[in-house]
């Protein structure tokens, strides 16, 4: 088993869901609140709807990658996981910018729905709230399970801990519903966010890494450095680094570049202080009876 693979599969698992239990749980304490706990049948049809599709589409990419030839392989890798470190970079920012507002316009969303009889309509919140974090949870995931086959291991691993992780959120969602506060959400996302960052941009190097390999970049291949005999990636600890952080002890000069100038600018625009943006008045309109 390797750890490294496990312990990136299950920060992912928890970060993404922990968003997507949160989500489920705003809307549910809401229903609840207004006397409409008979509608919870819609929030689950919704919620399911979109784990399938978000398991089915991971399925899909792992399959196709499987199949391919090389270089026609190499460059889809590197292309999956440049998409993925870039989607990622997209929800951290994004649930950020949000992060203060999100529960107002989930209730919002709920209010709105419930006044103009729109029942079904909350089946459709549900999956669209989650959908989003399952198809980044199932992108994210494919490319670190490529990156763990590289790495001469297996992808569960990394889907294991992946399960571990959604598990965590499950319980650390049905906490949030109870009102039950066990840790600090804030903090959580922070640094759980931060974790993320340098996970991204070890993808980002492999991606650029899988370029150079099928030829796509040809400038800037030159060995950076080489520290194999002090920190080798293929075993110990700096195996459990190349896992999780994209750590390698002989890379190129644009996949070392690559990996620096994505951690500095990343992390100082992820870290720095941020207004939250207004919430939208919500309606004012009684929708406990409906």
């Known amino acids: 088993m390797d750890f490294g693979f496990l312990t990136t599969g299950l920060l992912t698992g928890l970060r993404e869901g922990v968003e997507a239990a949160l989500i489920v749980s705003i809307i549910l304490a809401y229903?609840?609140?207004?006397?409409?706990?008979?509608?919870?049948?819609?929030?689950?049809?919704?919620?399911?709807?979109?784990?399938?599709?978000?398991?089915?589409?991971?399925?899909?990419?792992f399959v196709t990658i499987g199949r391919l030839q090389e270089p026609a392989e190499q460059i889809f890798e590197g292309s999956a996981m440049t998409l993925a470190a870039g989607v990622v970079t997209w929800m951290l920012f994004w649930m950020r910018r949000t992060a203060a507002s999100v529960k107002g316009e989930l209730q919002a969303s709920v209010d709105r729905?419930?006044?103009?009889?729109?029942?079904?309509?909350?089946?459709?919140?549900?999956?669209?709230a989650v959908i989003r974090e399952g198809i980044e949870t199932a992108l994210f995931l494919m490319a670190q399970a490529q990156a763990a086959t590289q790495a001469d291991g297996t992808a569960f691993a990394t889907l294991l801990g992946a399960l571990i992780g959604l598990l965590i959120a499950a319980i650390i969602g049905?906490?949030?519903?109870?009102?039950?506060?066990?840790?600090?959400?804030?903090?959580?996302?922070?640094?759980?966010?931060?974790?993320l960052v340098f996970i991204a941009a070890g993808l980002l190097s492999h991606g650029i890494h899988e370029f150079v390999e099928a030829g796509v970049i040809g400038f800037g291949t030159a060995s950076a450095f080489d520290i194999s005999g002090v920190l080798s990636h293929e075993d110990g600890l700096g195996q459990w680094l190349r896992a999780i952080f994209g750590y390698s002890s002989n890379p190129e000069w644009i996949t070392f570049v690559s990996w620096l100038a994505y951690i500095v600018i990343v992390l100082v625009g992820y870290l720095r202080p941020v207004q939250p943006r207004p919430v939208e008045a919500r309606s004012e309109q009684k929708v406990a009876g409906v």
Not at 113 to 128: H, K, M, N, Q, Y
């Open 174 to 195: 049905y906490g949030f519903y109870k009102g039950a506060r066990v840790i600090n959400l804030r903090t959580f996302f922070q640094w759980t966010g931060v974790a």
């Open 113 to 128: 729905r419930l006044v103009e009889g729109s029942i079904w309509g909350l089946a459709i919140l549900a999956f669209t």
């Open 31 to 61: 229903l609840a609140k207004t006397g409409n706990s008979r509608h919870f049948d819609k929030i689950w049809l919704g919620t399911g709807a979109a784990i399938a599709v978000s398991v089915a589409v991971g399925v899909i990419l």
